[in-house]
């Protein structure tokens, strides 16, 4: 081969991925006459994502009529078809099939047409090391994939039939059917599995939606107005899938499963159905004093037949004080005042089929008989209950100088009892989990809403502004008896949990061992120590923000508009595994610190904190600087820091440039003579940048997922991307 200098390439990440583009046009249709309207429309969507070879495909049609029949008739219908197609998508996390993974642990001497020469002359995969874990981020592009296509239609048909000017009734039914292939392949010649593999499922889903409604509404004075409904709901649920794998490709490059020395079949089918009744109730006195109340039940399929109806009504008064005292309040001072408070409850059922045991069938059999197994890890609950959120809301809406000037508050209590969770057990029951409801949840919280019109010249100049501001603290009030924590998840060194008395959301890691003054301490070998070692897990923080705001600016002068978005989260931890990963592999800047000085045989690298000294078995601070050098890839390993979850703990806060926009409406005049109606320019930028940011090398909105455990933990996220639009709108 040929001998290369040992450079830093600077931007071999930056060479692997491409600017991503969205392209989207439409095209409706519209016509009608007194009596019935039309539209149709067809939208192309054409998406290329910032990984070589993701890209999207999407064809929507809609068609939406409605028709006034007679003067008690009237039908309102809809349908919409999607045909979208996806190449390319990658896996998330520390997978080997997630291109993000290999670049940042790749060493940053690897050139960029190094890397991308994939494959060896025998058809393997070319790596840059002996771990076959980390794979060549260009052969997972080229050689491991995962494409989509999915077909969807969607249907409501809408009748409203008027008896008389006060009752009437609404009938309604939906339809919503999908059907979705999935293929993800690793190539032959892949190093961590040379054989290959393949996964293909083929996933269907059909929803039906029907229901009724009668209202009638009455004058009961001239002050007094009411309106009373009573409906119901059908809501019927049906899902399947044909799951199909195999491992050994018989011949190179042909994905399918027929090319598989080894496959294997098996499939999946679920249905559930719920049955609803409810009634509403509004009760007006002159346009001023509201009350209005709801009740609903439900009947559902994945509960137990003992605990599978469930009743939660709702309760809203509000009162416009500005319409009730109009003569001795001035309009001019105060245009709108409303108070207003609510209390409600809302219920929710488990997913399918947690309710009782299954059984899978192996191909196997046992003296003529048929053998399986119990098909999950999880220990379905015999007596789940429905989960039950109740509410208390108390608000107002103020506006002042002719609407100028406005603020909204909102303060509001919930509690949710009866959470419906999964648990980890011991693995001695011969279960992983188990099905549980997790006591009572508690969350309260303001939110706020100020906005104005500071400028609003007679040039037809005007500046808007609005501000929002958001609260929540949230507490795990108890948990079902018999289980004093709950655990919500764990990865690398980090677990999130929920106990009684604290925030639901607690990470957990382990922590440096400090003095009284907050030093580390620092054993003889140069290196930190973790508190009790690394398998004692203490409280560091909450994924939760302390609190949330944003501020949004709209200036517009004779047709133009800019509009700017700024959002703002402080607080809230998280756990990055990728920094964890990074720093192990010695490929971010914090780890470059004494890593010359260390192979020049002048140094090293010199752990912030004091010495420590063992005294009976523990480790005491001397009081004495650390000034032990070590080499740095020792400290930033397993056997250093690598374990101690502390150092990978990073602050959520940021401030974020979150939307820029610029808009032109050409004027009508200079269109009087065309067929065109209207014409609107417009060019956005989305996500732009930050203004602030705690965190170090990822967004911290680049959570794992958005489950309970994956909102406090970073994985390898993708780059966030920020986009720049232009866009056109005519109308005829």
């Known amino acids: ?77 809809k349908a919409t078809f999607v045909k979208q197609g996806v190449t390319g998508r990658m896996q998330m996390a520390d997978m080997q099939g997630n291109p993000g993974y290999a670049l940042t642990l790749m060493p940053r001497n690897i050139r960029t047409v190094d890397a991308m020469n994939y494959m060896t002359a025998a058809n393997t995969e070319n790596l840059w090391t002996s771990d076959t874990y980390k794979g060549n981020p260009y052969w997972t592009i080229n050689k491991e994939a995962t494409d989509e296509t999915m077909d969807r239609f969607t249907a409501l048909v809408a009748v409203k039939y008027d008896f008389t000017d006060w009752l009437s009734l609404q009938v309604r039914a939906s339809q919503d059917e999908f059907a979705r292939t999935y293929l993800y392949y690793r190539a032959k010649g892949t190093r961590v599995y040379p054989a290959g593999n393949l996964t293909n499922v083929k996933y269907f889903n059909e929803e039906f939606n029907s229901d009724f409604l009668l209202t009638a509404n009455n004058n009961i004075t001239n002050k007094i107005t009411s309106s009373v409904s009573f409906g119901g709901n059908f809501y019927d649920s049906k899902y399947s899938h044909i799951y199909q794998s195999g491992a050994g490709f018989k011949m190179l490059d042909f994905y399918q499963i027929s090319n598989m020395s080894s496959p294997s079949t098996s499939a999946y089918e679920s249905q559930k159905r719920t049955l609803s009744l409810y009634g509403m109730a509004q009760l007006a006195y002159n346009n001023y004093l509201y009350l209005d109340i709801t009740a609903r039940n439900d009947w559902s399929s994945t509960l137990p037949a003992a605990n599978n109806s469930y009743f939660y009504p709702s309760l809203t008064g509000s009162f416009v004080f500005t319409d009730a005292f109009k003569d001795v309040i001035n309009p001019s001072i105060l245009s709108f005042g409303k108070v207003r408070a609510s209390w409600a409850q809302v219920g929710g059922d488990p997913g399918v089929y947690q309710t009782n045991i299954y059984y899978s069938f192996y191909s196997d059999t046992y003296n003529g008989l048929p053998v ?63 099905v549980i409801n997790a006591g009572e949840v508690a969350n ?130 998280f756990y990055s595994v990728g920094t964890r990963y990074m720093v192990i592999y010695g490929t971010t800047t914090e780890t470059l610190e004494g890593r010359k000085e260390w192979y020049a045989g002048t140094g090293g690298y010199v752990a912030d904190g004091v010495k420590g000294e063992l005294v009976d078995g523990v480790w005491v601070s001397t009081g004495e600087k650390n000034d032990i050098a070590v080499n740095p890839q020792t400290y930033w390993s397993t056997a250093g820091v690598g374990n101690i979850g502390e150092e990978f703990i990073q602050d959520g806060t940021f401030v974020k440039m979150r939307e820029l926009s610029l808009s032109y409406d050409i004027p009508k005049r200079l269109l009087s003579s065309t067929p065109i109606a209207n014409v609107a320019v417009s060019m956005i930028g989305r996500n732009l940048f930050f203004i602030y940011r705690a965190s170090k090398h990822y967004d911290p909105e680049s959570s794992y997922n958005s489950g309970n455990y994956g909102a406090g933990v970073e994985n390898h996220a993708q780059p966030t991307t920020k986009s720049l639009g232009f866009s056109i709108k005519i109308t005829l």
């Open 444 to 573: 309260k919280g303001v939110e706020l809403l100020l906005t104005g019109s500071p400028v609003k010249l007679a040039s037809g100049f005007t500046w808007d502004i609005s501000l929002n501001f958001a609260k929540n603290y949230n507490e795990v009030v108890e948990l079902v008896e018999g289980i004093p924590t709950l655990l919500l998840g764990q990865d690398r060194n980090i677990q999130i949990y929920a106990k009684p008395g604290s925030q639901y959301g607690d990470l957990y890691v382990a922590k440096y061992l400090r003095d009284d003054q907050g030093n580390r301490i620092i054993n003889t070998d140069g290196l930190p120590i973790a508190d009790g070692g690394t398998s004692n897990y203490q409280l560091i923080g909450n994924f939760n923000p302390d609190w949330t705001g944003g501020i949004a600016n709209t200036f517009s002068y004779k047709g133009f508009s800019f509009y700017s978005l700024i959002d703002v989260r402080k607080g809230g931890e």
């Open 372 to 434: 399986g197994s119990i098909s999950s890890t999880t220990l379905p609950n015999y007596d789940i209950k429905p989960y039950i959120t109740s509410s208390i809301e108390i608000g107002t809406d103020l506006r002042f100088f002719n609407d100028r000037l406005s603020l909204d508050i909102t303060y509001y209590n919930k509690n949710t009892k009866n959470q419906i969770l999964t648990a980890s057990i011991p693995r001695s029951t011969g279960y992983f989990n188990k």
């Open 1 to 77: 081969g040929t001998v290369q200098s040992f450079d830093p390439q600077p931007d071999n990440m930056k060479d692997f991925y491409r600017t991503g583009h969205t392209s989207s046009s439409t095209i409706a249709l519209v016509g009608g006459n007194e009596t019935i309207n039309a539209r149709l429309s067809g939208t192309y969507d054409n998406i290329a994502g910032i990984q070589p070879t993701n890209d999207i495909t999407r064809y929507v049609i809609n068609m939406r009529t409605n028709a006034k029949l007679s003067d008690k008739l009237s039908i309102d219908s």
